[in-house]
């Protein structure tokens, strides 16, 4: 399927997902959100994909925000389905069953900060900004940043990043611990590549599992946490892969993970 603001397209077992209205340094607006729905539908309905990547076309930004010239007229009401339309988006994109790796090669601000950290880890090049800047429009973040981002790098962290808007390079978010790690630009999607295919190789079921368990286990008690491990753990057993995995370990031999469930 054509998208007008995305590109989707996939590589072998890959899915990749670019934002793309470089003019506007990829902001998003509704026909974004409703685009990236659309290719996660695609997404979810094809078995064969392992991995997710999401990256911004143009050179310059992976996405500088949500889009100024939408939301400088909208009333609260409509503001306020906006901000749910992207939370909607944040929470689908957390509960897809394939890990997303964020790809960020530029500008990450505002909304573009918050979709990446509602992928499961993010990659940058060495030139990308990241950073919570609505409070110099005289807004707050609505795309989750007041919420994963003190999920992510603690609370003061958090405050000061929103309160100041303060535009961070990428080496300063890797030592916050927003970024997994860093890259030459040239070098950043061959080495999101390497990853994606890393993931790839995995049994579909067990990265699924991790991917709950993590998510869904911090936001809960640690008995309760350690309680939903012990259930994803157990049904690893439902899927070829498991036995798989073990099998090919006692057998010497490489596991060649199908995916599914029996
Ligand atoms: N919305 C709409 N248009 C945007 C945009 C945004 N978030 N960011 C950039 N653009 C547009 C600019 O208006 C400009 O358009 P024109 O060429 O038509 O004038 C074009 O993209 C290029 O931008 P600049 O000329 O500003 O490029 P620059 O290199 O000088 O600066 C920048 C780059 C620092 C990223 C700057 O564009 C900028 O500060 N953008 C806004 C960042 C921002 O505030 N993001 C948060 C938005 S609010 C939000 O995201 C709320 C939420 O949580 C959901």
New binding site residues.
Partial sequence: MAYENIIYETEGNIGIIRFNRP???N??NSDVVRDVQKALDEVEADSSLRVLILTGEGG??FV????????VNLTPLQLRE??SS?HELGFRMEGLSIPIIACVNG?A????T?IAMACDFIYASEDA?F????I??G???????TQRLPRLVGKGMAKELCMT?A?ISAREAKEIGLVNKVFPADKLWEETLKTANVLASKGRFSLMAVKRCIDRGFNLDLRAACGLETDQFALCMASPDGREGMSAFLEKRKPDFKGGLS
């Fill in positions: 003019k506007a340094l902001a998003i310059k930004a500088a925000g949500a889009d100024i010239s939408l939301m906006f901000s992207l500008f601000l505002g909304g573009g918050e900004k950073g919570q800047p609505e110099n429009l807004i707050i973040p609505g795309a989750g940043g808007g535009i």
